[in-house]
């Protein structure tokens, strides 16, 4: 299959998830050696999961099939520009490229407007609007103590 039938295939996740009334207008699949290993659907509001976007639940379905926590050798196709959450889970999975269809400015023009979370990304911590502050108990390096001597840690 070419980009553009895979892009497709994307698309067509998005279009029947509205179709459906099952949630937003975002598709996405993940492709291997030529085959589409994951596949999900914006379900934000039918799971009650704000991090169910079609990206995040596409490379869950895609780490599941590949046994695997990283999509390396992987190409994602999303129907439109991901998200700084997107973005974030697309960069942990490592896959090879990411191409998409619709941009930021025109999920926005329908009512998805991610801008302020690039906004609030760029502001130092005392200035955002959620409260972010350092609690440091003396027990708190302890997890990372263990994971630094932990032989049955697997690194990413």
């Known amino acids: 299959m070419s980009h553009e039938q895979f892009m497709n295939a994307a698309i067509r996740l998005a ?8 949630g937003g207008p975002f598709g996405a699949i993940v492709v291997k050696d030529g085959q589409i290993i994951g596949r ?7 799971a009650c999961d704000p991090t169910a976007h079609a990206e995040v639940q596409a490379i869950r379905d895609a780490c599941k099939h590949l046994g695997s926590f990283q999509l390396d050798g992987c190409v994602i196709y999303t129907s439109c ?3 700084p959450m997107c973005i ?3 960069y942990w999975a490592r896959p090879d490229a990411v191409y998409y269809a619709c941009t930021q400015h025109e999920a926005a023009e329908i ?3 991610d801008h302020f979370i690039y906004e609030q990304i760029a502001l130092p911590m005392e200035e955002r609007s959620i409260v972010t502050k ?3 108990p003396p027990d708190s390096p302890q997890p990372f103590q263990a994971w630094r001597t932990s ?6």
Not at 40 to 46: C, D, Q, R, W, Y
Not at 151 to 156: D, F
């Open 81 to 83: 520009e991901p998200c």
């Open 134 to 136: 350092q609690i440091y």
């Open 151 to 156: 032989v049955q840690k697997v690194e990413y």
């Open 15 to 22: 279009y029947d998830n509205v179709i459906s009334g099952h």
């Open 111 to 113: 009512g998805f407007d």
């Open 40 to 46: 999900g659907s914006n379900e934000v509001t039918a």
């Open 88 to 90: 974030g889970a697309i």
